[in-house]
């Protein structure tokens, strides 16, 4: 277009931005972006919702130059909102969804399904029950409870609150013509611990002629796995693509390895990695090192975290579930070198986090944790409790002991 001299438009300069947004053209989608800048085209509202889209879907790092630009907009429509609410969504910012949901609502922007779906699932990752339902009660005001990604959305967010029932209702509420809601139901029935209802779902959905994709078989043979059904997961797997013309991902593998990990057939599990027509990635290996610890072979175990440590260098969850192998098994040399790996590489371990939700609002805290606002109250009642739990310790020590003396003062006034 160029060479020919023809003018490019709005509508040029978003297709060109979406497709730099694959991660192999990340910095030609940046170098387009100062280009932009140049040609003073960033207050375009398209162009720039083009470009947060870009950077979202780019790498989790790009998260803040889309945030940038988002703020930077004098005008923000739907699409904005929707793209930066489902960016904090996907990358795990779930209190700033919330916040944003919040400002959404308040202000004049319509919510639509994108953003119902969203946010739920940020409700999903927290466990935030309450306020999920009361999501769940706008949705029915919107009107928009039906469709499919927020009926998907709320069945995933019943299912991963414990609440099994209601997201069953939710998915008999719901066309089933599609894939999605049936993927979500199998998925809960699965993490819930009842696969074989996932099994008959799945089945369900085989003679109801709904179409199924690679999800489906990620949802069933996670069912299987949390079920110890070997060999039925291994025969989906292998029906996949002779049966139903779908290839296996890498995410059906890590679920095939976490099936034979959780029976304890480490050996199967390796010799599936070392057979896959791909290169693992970190997801499968990090699978495997899980059925090592849980099996306790800390020779596979050493062996595949020196895989996972020159993939993810920095990633610490393996630095940290190697050394406590090595301490579980009281090698203390082994144990402390893996930690002077972790000073040498400038690997720290990060702490978990745990949400408590009340009265509608979400509380982060990690362990000995002293930045919330009422610490000191929290930390005396803990003390009072603490206090509590060492007297009824004392107390049931005591019984004991009193019976034990019963006891023999029968015994010696028997003989």
Sequence with gaps: MQ???????????????????EEVH???GRSFHGLVIKWGLEKSGPISN??????????????????????????????????????????????????????????????????????LRSCSDLGTLNLGQQIHALTLRSGLESNEFVASSLIS?????????????????????????????????????????????FSQMKKEKVKLDHITFVAILT??????????????????????????????????VDLYGR???LDKAKALIEAMPFEPDPMVWKTLLG???ACGNIELASQVAGYLLELEPEEHCTYVLLSDMYGHLKRWDAKASVKKLMRQRGVRKVPGWSW???????????????????????????????????????????????VREMLVGFEEGGS
């Design 157 to 201: 967010m019943y299912s991963k609150c414990g609440i099994i029932e209601d997201a069953r209702k939710s998915f008999e509420e719901t066309p089933k013509d599609s894939s999605i809601s049936w993927n979500s139901i199998i998925f809960g029935y699965a993490q819930n611990g009842q696969g074989y209802v996932a099994l008959d779902l």
């Design 26 to 28: 990340k910095n030609h």
């Design 263 to 265: 029976a304890g057939h």
């Design 50 to 119: 083009a470009l947060i889209a870009m950077y979202l879907k780019s790498s989790n790092n790009s998260l803040e130059e889309a945030l940038r630009i988002f703020e930077s907009m004098e005008f923000k429509d739907r699409v904005s909102w929707n793209s930066i609410l489902t960016g904090f969504s996907q990358n795990g910012l779930n209190e700033d969804a919330l916040r944003l949901f919040a400002h959404m609502r308040y202000g004049e922007v319509e919510v639509d399904h994108y953003a119902f779906s969203a946010v």
């Design 3 to 21: 060479t020919l001299g023809l003018e490019p438009d709005i509508f040029s300069y978003t297709s060109i931005i979406s497709a730099y947004s």
């Design 223 to 256: 069912a299987c796995s949390h079920m110890g059904l070997v060999e039925q997961g291994c025969k989906f797997l292998k029906s996949m693509e002779s049966e139903y013309k779908i290839a296996p991902r890498m995410e059906h593998y890590a679920c095939a």
């Design 291 to 293: 059925a090592c610890r």
């Design 356 to 402: 408590i939700e009340l009265k509608n609002e979400v509380h982060a805290f990690k362990a000995e944790d002293h930045s919330h606002p009422h610490c000191e109250e929290i930390y005396f009642v803990l003390g009072i409790l603490m206090e509590e739990i060492k007297r009824l310790d004392i107390v049931a020590n005591l019984k004991t002991s009193l």
